[in-house]
């Protein structure tokens, strides 16, 4: 990992140093993958489109005018960007992993009896149904927040909206989930 801030690396890259932007890679491509990861549930697909973020992120680099925080940035290219091939790719099933609420569901140690690790199992199932069947807002939202860990001014940023918008969909999306995970018997 550099050394460097992400607004020195930037600076590097627009001078030519091309290994600046590998860092730039290195540094958020696991955040960029889980969260593409999450829209599409497909590994390859994922793995493609995370590709084309971060060469759409190289080629408009010098557009980073620094108002905000790199990462900010490079979510809304992300978000955009997964926004712009759901519409192309209506057909294709979108889904999250999970997301974090104030109710917890406890992941047994590996180490314990292997029939409460089956029950871990589908219950994480089931939340990654019923949060796939979250509408867009409140799934992008959640996973920002709860998955990715980005600060609500971050989110707002990101996706254009007000904070005050911003804390009533993550707000509004945990109860949603949370009555649905309810209706399925796992709170």
């Given at each position: ?7 020195e ?39 493609d ?34 926004k712009?091939?759901r ?25 314990q ?5 089956v ?69």
């Amino acid at each position: 990992m550099s050394e460097y801030s992400d607004n020195e690396l930037i600076d590097r890259v627009i001078a030519g140093d091309t290994d600046a932007f590998a860092d730039i890679i290195t540094r958020y491509q696991n955040k960029i993958f889980r969260y593409v990861y999450t829209r599409v549930y497909d590994y390859d697909e994922a793995c493609d489109m995370t590709q084309d973020i971060f060469l759409i992120t190289m080629e408009s680099l010098k557009t980073f005018r620094k108002e905000s925080q790199f990462s900010t940035w490079l979510f809304s290219i992300a978000v955009n960007y997964c926004k712009n091939h759901r519409r192309k790719n209506r057909h294709k099933v979108y889904s999250i992993h999970s997301a974090q609420d104030e109710t917890e569901i406890q992941i047994p140690d590996i180490r314990q009896n292997q029939e409460e690790l089956v029950i871990t199992n589908e219950s994480l199932q089931i939340m990654l149904e019923e949060i796939h069947k979250l509408p867009d807002d409140y799934r992008d939202i959640l996973v920002l927040r709860d998955i990715e860990g980005e600060s609500y001014s971050a989110i707002a940023q990101a996706l254009h909206l007000s904070l005050a918008n911003v804390k009533v969909r993550i707000h509004r999306g945990r109860e949603m989930l949370k009555t649905r995970l309810q209706q399925r018997g796992l709170l």
